[in-house]
């Protein structure tokens, strides 16, 4: 197999609030969204993800969609150029109304020290997890 291209498609509750909160951390809109769908582009490679109403996607999926308050179903890992972009996007994600569970900067500060890196484990409003990198080395 040689795709031409690869996407996400994830499930929302409410596809406004999606829309708002990616467009706070501003990420550009892929299209045009409608009442059952938004899509963004992330990195330079314009990597797009998808934002289904739940239910829209439970049929083009022939199965249920993951509960995320019980468990996760991937995580994206998002690269930024620099530490104060690190830093500048946790105070974005924050304000924007993400949920951050992990940030090498105030938790366990020791994983900097030992790993050479920093990492910020945050979700979107509907728990969509993502990992913020920066490597300093």
Known sequence: MNPKRIWAN???ANIDK???FYLAL????NGTPTKDLVSFLFG?????IH????????????????????GNEIMFT????SKKEFDTWIAE???AGGSVFFD??????????KNGYYVCVFADPDGHKFNLFYNDN
């Not at 330079?44 to 797009?48: E, G, H, I, L, Y």
């Not at 083009?60 to 995320?68: A, R, T, V, Y």
């Not at 090498?104 to 020290?113: G, L, Q």
């Open 26 to 29: 501003g990420f550009q809109l």
């Open 104 to 113: 090498s900067n105030t938790d366990r500060k020791e994983f900097y020290d």
């Open 93 to 95: 994600i924050k304000k």
């Open 51 to 70: 934002f289904f109403e739940k239910e829209k996607l439970k049929q083009s999926m022939e199965g249920e969609i993951s509960n995320l308050n019980q």
């Open 78 to 81: 998002m690269a930024a150029e």
């Open 18 to 20: 999606t829309r708002d």
């Open 10 to 12: 994830l499930g929302v």
């Open 44 to 48: 330079d490679d314009a990597f797009v």
